[in-house]
Antibody, heavy 117, light 107 residues
Framework: QVQLVESGGGLVKPGESLRLSCAASGFTFIDYQMNWIRQAPGKGLEWVSYISSSGSAIYYADSVKGRFTISRDNAKNSLCLQMNSLRAEDTAIYYC??????????WGQGTLVTVSS | DIQMTQSPSTLFASVGDRVTITCRASQSISSWLAWYQQKPGKAPKLLIYKASSLESGVPSRFSGSGSGTEFTLTISSLQPDDFATYYCQQCNSYPLTFGGGTKVEIK
């Protein structure tokens, strides 16, 4: 069965960096587009970043552009999000999600990122 | 960016009720809309895609309709497992955006 397992979350200070990972299994990873979506505590969902199946197309939300970098390793069935210059407003649960035609059919359980001094 | 507006933000209903949630897009998105259900502490779950297509494994009491800028999610007979928060999402163009959510609570 499809599984997406995020890791790498934690507590960091403003301005610091964090690298999130998502391990995928149960499907042919190279065939699917992947995404990061976040949810601030008690708030709604916000799309963060997209990467195409080959990695040739990448998009970011304006709120993270220039600070976050998405990448994938199709040989290792893994997705990453490098987050630099973190801000308090980046505090959220970060979900890794598989997409089909821009809707998200499988989600991971999420990893919590807390940015606080 | 396309703004998605859901109403109501909270809905009180009883088991067996027919429930309708509305989602409006700030510009036409054709049928490029998805609906998700989220329970506390869990990841969202895809219910409906392309406005009216039921995701595999989702009970048939869930249905979606609409096109252009106005969409609805209907639960024909609310079950205890359906008390949750529901989100719409436009799949038409980047940045992909979500509605603010509708929390369905017990009356």
């Amino acid at each position: 069965q499809v599984q997406l397992v995020e890791s790498g979350g934690g507590l960091v200070k403003p301005g610091e960096s964090l690298r999130l990972s998502c391990a995928a299994s149960g499907f042919t990873f190279i065939d699917y587009q992947m995404n990061w979506i976040r949810q601030a505590p008690g708030k709604g969902l916000e799309w963060v970043s997209y990467i195409s199946s080959s990695g040739s197309a990448i998009y970011y939300a304006d709120s993270v552009k220039g600070r976050f970098t998405i990448s994938r390793d199709n040989a290792k069935n893994s997705l990453c999000l490098q987050m630099n210059s973190l801000r308090a407003e980046d505090t959220a649960i970060y979900y890794c999600a598989r997409s089909r035609s821009n809707w998200y059919d499988y989600w991971g359980q999420g990893t919590l990122v807390t940015v606080s001094s | 960016d396309i703004q998605m507006t859901q109403s109501p933000s909270t809905l009180f209903a009883s088991v067996g009720d027919r429930v309708t949630i509305t989602c409006r897009a700030s510009q036409s998105i054709s049928s490029w809309l998805a609906w998700y259900q989220q329970k506390p502490g869990k990841a969202p779950k895809l219910l409906i895609y392309k406005a009216s297509s039921l995701e595999s494994g989702v009970p048939s009491r869930f249905s979606g309709s609409g096109s252009g800028t106005e969409f609805t999610l209907t639960i024909s007979s609310l079950q205890p497992d359906d008390f949750a928060t529901y989100y719409c999402q436009q799949c038409n163009s980047y940045p992909l955006t979500f509605g603010g959510g509708t929390k369905v609570e017990i009356k």
